[in-house]
């Protein structure tokens, strides 16, 4: 269980770490990667991403290949993630669902904005 939160969690680094957008959307996106790691400590599961893992630099670089629709999906998603409960115990993967169901709010990113996000 814990490698497929790894797992998850890993993938989410991808868009955590190249996200496109600006100050505001690289500062939800690192603020989404901050609370993960909060929300999967009372789960015992340490995500292995510290706080120099979000490359907020490479975030702004990719500002150019996205829309403003791309940056408000952006934005959705870090809101998403920062709204997930705590992990609990025995309840991993109702966690993991509602982590990766976050994902599915940057469905129909351009391509260009996906390209310079890394996916």
């Known amino acids: 269980m814990k490698k497929l939160m790894y797992g998850l969690v890993a993938a989410g680094t ?16 690192a603020d989404a990667s901050r609370a993960v ?3 999967t400590e009372a789960c015992g599961t340490d995500t292995g991403m ?4 979000f490359d907020k630099g490479r975030c702004e670089d990719a500002l150019e290949a ?3 629709s791309d ?3 952006l934005r959705d998603v870090a809101d ?16 993991v669902d509602q982590f990766s169901a976050c994902f599915q709010r ?13 996916g």
């Open 71 to 73: 940056k408000d999906r």
């Open 80 to 95: 998403c993630i920062r709204a997930l409960p705590d992990c609990r115990v025995g309840a991993e993967m109702e966690w």
């Open 14 to 29: 991808l868009l955590f770490g190249v996200g496109c957008g600006g100050d505001d959307v690289c500062d939800d996106l």
């Open 106 to 118: 940057a469905e129909g990113l351009s391509a260009a904005c996906a390209a310079a996000a890394g």
């Open 50 to 53: 510290d706080e120099e893992d």
């Open 66 to 68: 996205c829309s403003d």
């Open 37 to 39: 790691n909060d929300q």
